[in-house]
């Protein structure tokens, strides 16, 4: 618009065309908050549950954004959901036991085994197996069958890793930091979030993909880490308030001697190094396809804005808010 020469048809026409994508976007946002009310697991939950159905569309609205990938983008945000539902059943109302218990369940996938759980652990998993059940059907069509089996393989080392922070916590354990970060971010979701949007990609994503992404390439494992530093480095109050203890900085300020202050310099510098290796491999050449390799490029962008200054998915009063009214309300002005 601010060149001289702009052809005002071409720029008439991308205006319509953005005010169509926010009417597909806003139908989405439907479909997800509907499906979301009309869950048995939804009902009468308690305080501690994170209803995020807006923040889970957002988060796969940034994994891709065309409106091909509409059915990626639901799929994405019913799966991002389903991790938030987990970690709040664990981490606010089970005993270890019956973490394990769940996690247990969940290594075996069979929904023969549920008779086994109690209260939220029980809701947990008929959750879990219920989008699971819908993530099958549509696979089943599209032919794609073992995009499941690795879905299911991510799930389980999810809630591995959710038992093992647990246990650090609640035992105030100090583990070593490297090992804490790469459980975190594990923990976190970030390999699985991936692996969501590659299913999403429809045809575009093969069994290869996922078998590469099960390899942990350099640049997935340095994102995950990322996302677990980011991810504490925001937290830090809030968890040290409830008494969870496994946090980055806590641990690394515990086991190095210093302060939150000179914890936070070095964290921010560990993710400077960390952009610097990611930004290098994913610019090396592949056998992986460009829109696969577009899903993790498009994860470390949802990271940095998840994260910005604050925490974007749990706190929908900070910038989220003016996020989502950026991309779904305000108009363009033909």
């Known amino acids: 618009k601010q060149e001289e020469d702009n052809d005002e048809t071409l720029l008439k026409l991308a205006k319509l065309n953005f005010k169509f994508l926010q009417l597909h976007y806003i139908?989405?946002?439907?479909?997800?908050?509907?499906w979301w009310r009309e869950l048995d697991h939804t009902k009468n939950l308690p305080h501690g549950f994170r209803e995020r159905t807006f923040e889970s569309w957002f988060v796969g609205s940034m994994m891709y954004f065309e409106p091909q990938f509409s059915l990626g983008r639901i799929m994405s945000a019913k799966?991002?959901?389903?991790?938030?539902?987990?970690?709040?059943?664990?981490?606010?109302?089970?005993?270890?036991?019956?973490?394990?218990?769940?996690?247990?369940?969940?290594?075996?996938?069979?929904p023969e085994y549920m008779e086994n759980l109690h209260g939220h652990m029980k809701t947990a998993f008929k959750f879990v197996m219920s989008v699971y059940k819908e993530f099958e059907e549509i696979l089943k069509s599209q032919g794609r069958s073992f995009a499941l089996e690795k879905m299911?393989?991510?799930?389980?080392?999810?809630?591995?890793?959710?038992l093992d922070l647990i246990k650090?916590?609640?035992?105030?354990?100090?583990?070593n930091f490297d090992e804490y970060v790469e459980?975190?971010?594990?923990?976190?979701?970030?390999?699985?979030?991936?692996?969501?949007?590659i299913m999403g990609l429809g045809e575009i994503g093969k069994k290869e993909d996922f078998e590469w992404l099960l390899s942990r390439p350099k640049s997935v494992r340095y994102l995950a880490r990322k996302t677990?530093?980011?991810?504490?480095?925001?937290?830090?109050?809030?968890?040290?308030?409830?008494?969870?203890?496994?946090?980055?900085?806590?641990?690394?300020m515990k086991q190095h001697g210093v302060t939150k202050k000179e914890a936070s310099g070095e964290f921010h510098?560990?993710?400077?190094?960390?952009?610097?290796?990611?930004?290098?491999?994913?610019l090396k050449t592949t056998n992986i396809?460009?829109?696969?390799?577009?899903?993790?490029?498009?994860?470390?962008?949802?990271?940095?804005?998840?994260?910005?200054?604050?925490?974007?998915?749990?706190?929908?009063?900070?910038?989220?808010?003016?996020?989502?009214?950026?991309?779904?309300?305000?108009?363009?002005?033909?």
């Open 269 to 282: 510098k560990m993710i400077g190094d960390i952009n610097k290796i990611v930004n290098e491999e994913c």
């Open 183 to 197: 459980a975190g971010g594990a923990e976190a979701g970030s390999y699985a979030t991936i692996a969501c949007s």
């Open 228 to 252: 677990r530093l980011l991810d504490d480095i925001t937290d830090f109050e809030e968890d040290m308030n409830k008494g969870y203890t496994a946090n980055a900085l806590n641990y690394y």
């Open 79 to 110: 799966f991002i959901l389903l991790l938030a539902f987990l970690d709040d059943a664990c981490d606010t109302y089970g005993s270890i036991p019956e973490v394990e218990s769940v996690v247990n369940c969940l290594e075996r996938w069979d």
């Open 168 to 175: 650090w916590a609640r035992a105030g354990q100090i583990p």
């Open 289 to 334: 396809s460009r829109p696969v390799l577009m899903q993790v490029v498009n994860y470390g962008r949802m990271v940095n804005i998840l994260y910005t200054s604050d925490d974007v998915y749990n706190h929908r009063e900070g910038k989220l808010k003016d996020y989502l009214t950026a991309l779904l309300v305000d108009p363009i002005h033909l």
């Open 27 to 34: 139908q989405e946002l439907k479909i997800i908050t509907t």
């Open 152 to 162: 299911i393989e991510e799930f389980k080392i999810v809630a591995r890793t959710n």
